[in-house]
């Protein structure tokens, strides 16, 4: 299992009241696949995985949520200070066809912007980009700048369609026939696409979050109806996820008891 590296936050961003870009440079996961993850580490806090993106010259990004102890604390982390990185880890997105629609919501909006930026010139996008109110409509400069058609949802309706993501998705099914349906976010949202693309017949990836320790495959904390999703996702095929009860219904704490979602 690899060690901790120390890198250096080089700026933050204040992206919504509960969510922080931290940029940091790490030559050592430059050549991540989109969709892969890193463990961060706050010594004396906690270790977490973090999707990355961004990327240019060994610059990475990670799109972080205050509501843990440890996303709390690397929230507040201010240029200049170090946390631990280890990884990259799992397996990404593919790029499969022409035209590719993307679903994604909160911190599932950041790892499939680098998707864009490589897919670009090889692949129509549509993004659909939900959130709780127009605040929590996260990164869509980002995918505009890489080129993908972006699409906005809102629970409240203060921006774009009124409703949920997997609503205005099924919408733009309606009207286009996709290659290839990718998310990333929520698992309930996750769910609804995956369960849409079964019925229509059309191929999907989804990245699955679980709690996750060592982060190599030894551990099992992050073991899904057999599948460990550090090494045999986070992202994961359509075929795949129709077989796991757990996905979009169950959810473990850290001691690994089951729950239902919220």
């Not at 990884?87 to 679903?103: C, D, E, S, T």
């Not at 709780?132 to 409240?156: I, M, N, P, W």
Request: glycine share 10%; net charge positive.
């Amino acid at each position: 299992m690899d060690y901790p590296r120390t890198v250096r936050v080089t700026d933050t961003v204040r992206e919504s009241s509960r969510h922080v870009t931290l940029s940091f440079e790490d030559a050592a996961t430059a050549r991540y696949e989109p969709g892969q993850f890193v463990m961060v580490w706050v010594p004396g806090v906690d270790e977490v995985p973090m999707a990355l993106w961004g990327g240019a010259k060994g610059r990475l990004k990670i799109l972080v949520e205050a509501k843990g102890d440890c996303t709390k604390a690397l929230a507040d982390k201010k240029v200049g200070d170090l946390v631990g990185i280890r990884g990259p880890y799992g397996k990404p997105f593919l790029l499969r066809g022409r035209r590719i629609l993307i679903v994604v919501g909160g911190t599932g909006t950041s790892p499939l912007v680098p998707f864009c930026e490589r897919a670009r010139g090889k692949a129509d996008i549509d993004v659909v980009i939900g959130g709780r109110s127009k605040e929590f409509v996260l990164l869509r400069k980002a995918y505009e700048a890489a080129g993908a058609r972006v699409h906005v949802s809102t629970d409240d309706g203060s921006e774009g369609f009124h409703g949920r993501a997997p609503d205005l998705a099924n919408a733009l099914m309606d009207k286009v026939r996709y290659d290839d349906v990718l998310t990333c976010g929520p698992e309930r949202m996750m769910r609804a696409v995956v369960d849409e693309c079964t019925r229509r017949g059309v191929p999907c990836q989804a990245s699955v979050e679980r709690w996750m320790k060592c982060a190599v495959g030894i551990c099992d904390a992050c073991l899904v109806d057999g599948i460990r999703l550090c090494r045999d996702g986070p992202v994961l095929p359509k075929e795949v996820l129709v077989r796991l009860e757990d996905f979009g219904r169950f959810e473990r704490e850290p001691s690994g008891v089951r729950r239902a979602l919220h």
